[in-house]
């Protein structure tokens, strides 16, 4: 126990010393800052915070979900991110274990799996954003499968009975969880059927069993929400509300993909070499693509939901291990602004089998926290925006936001996004090093309109070497393997907390400044509370 409180003390003594060396720095910076200003009047807000980028979050697949690891992340990203819907894959392929034909041609359901998945998924607070794929082998058309684990892309050899497969499965749910509660999920028909390796059929082929699937969910419950096409690449919108339009087939929302790399869709083993693309607008401009085709549509008011996104689309890609990767996430959400409804990032963890287990503990997965549970530096973007209060204020700079609770609280949410990627080289060479930022000045924060008081100030951030395990591997000589104390050594160095906290006072005029160092791609997270 003594031993105990020493490390305390001495925990203690460091983070004092380290909050006093910072705000000496800070108090350097404010008599030469100069670049960047980022000035809000915080009484004059916006409106409320459009929370978009947390109703989703994405995961591998669905017997994934029955694993104790992946449910304890679930449980923790759930609490610091805030995410309220979770979509993944295969959850009517063979290893969910829910459909068979016996030797007398009879037909038989089985859920146990999935309520076991969803009762969890449930009991957390969050709620499905139902992917239907992929096929039973049983009602496989053919023996086409795709990853590791063998999902089967086929159409059913009987339409009629994948019907009745979906029926059953929503009158399952409906009967265990309630029309109320299945009445606030998303039903989604398959995945990417654009292309060939998720769909062995035509595009017609899809929309029919859109249409079996469809009226299989409304005839349970004509309140309940589907669409699709779940395409890649932005793909089919127009051709989706026109078919529905036409045929007279619900659709309640349309969904898709995009990924910021230049070229291809699927890489489930990174052998290409993915190049990240340089369009200021990557991602952006497929969402807001696809806004504009949806109200042109006869379907003007739809929602669009991007039911995956990333900067790379294959498991295989260090971007996603990087520092880089938090304030990339932060621009496409920014630029993204309303044009969707969600933008579901793919995917929460590295517990993700579609090329089979992974041999080392970093290797570029999609994850925001790798299969220890050790949280990259993308998790804290999500993290940090789940702070902000509920009502965005006014503000010109592109990128940050600023938010209010109306009660004196106020955060600021800043990032740097900068492309550092050189010519000729692609994401799998040039971000497994160890990559030091360039200088990028200062940025001001300039607030008025605060309330007269004292307040306290937390500062947190991530960045080249602040919450960035993945810099820490590398420094390690990253290795495959990990040892129990590598692990608790990397999890120690990020954990989202401030690394600064300070009491200040706001004197009668309201203004209050603060300028921080800035390197390329830092983030920030400043909030200011009142003191009670």
Known sequence: MQNLFANARSKKSHFIKSACAFFLLMSSAMLCAQGRVIAVDVSQTKGELNRFFDLSIGAGRANEGLRADWQQQL??????????????????????????????????????????????????????????????????SGDKTIFWWRGNVTPPHSYEKWEALVKKLTEH????????????????VWNEPNLDGFWAGSQQDYFKLYAHSARAIKSVNPNY????????????????????????IPL????????????????????TGTV????????????????????????????????????????ADPTHDSYHQPAYILQKLKQVGGAAQSMSYWVF?????????RFEAFHGGFGLMNTQGIKK?????????NKLSATEIKNNDAQSIVATDGNGSVQVLLWDSTFTLPEGINNQQYYIKDLPPANKGKVSIQLQGLKKGNYTLLLSQVGYQKNDAYTAYIRMGSPAQLTRAQVAELKSLATGKPFAEKTIRISRDGKYQL?????????YLVELSPKR
């Not at 300028?515 to 791609?521: A, F, H, I």
């Open 252 to 271: 309640d929302f349309v969904s898709t993909h995009s990924y910021g790399v230049n070229r291809g869709f699927l890489d489930e083993y990174g052998n």
């Open 377 to 385: 530096p993308a998790y804290f973007a999500y993290q940090f925006l």
């Open 173 to 188: 749910w409906t009967q265990r969880y309630g029309a109320e509660e299945v009445g606030r999920w998303y039903f989604e």
């Open 75 to 140: 449980a923790e990203i759930k609490r610091d991110a805030g995410f309220r819907y979770i979509r993944m894959h295969g959850l009517l392929t063979d290893d969910m274990g829910v459909y068979k034909i016996d030797a007398q041609g009879r037909e038989h359901y089985n859920f146990q799996y999935i309520d076991a998945l969803y009762d969890y998924i449930l009991s957390i607070g969050m709620k499905p954003f139902v992917e239907l794929g992929f096929m039973p082998s049983a009602l496989a």
């Open 276 to 315: 990240l693309s340089k369009d200021e607008l990557a991602v952006a401009r497929d969402v807001l693509k696809n806004r504009t085709e949806i109200s042109a549509s006869a379907m003007p008011n739809l929602e669009l939901h991007y039911t995956e996104w990333s900067s790379s689309y294959t498991p």
């Open 349 to 357: 963890t590295d517990i993700f089998e579609e090329p089979g287990p």
């Open 515 to 523: 300028d921080l160092p800035l390197r390329e791609n830092d983030v």
């Open 225 to 248: 929400k589907v669409g699709g096409p779940a395409t890649a690449g932005a793909a089919w919108i127009p051709e989706m509300i026109a078919y529905c339009a036409e045929h007279k």
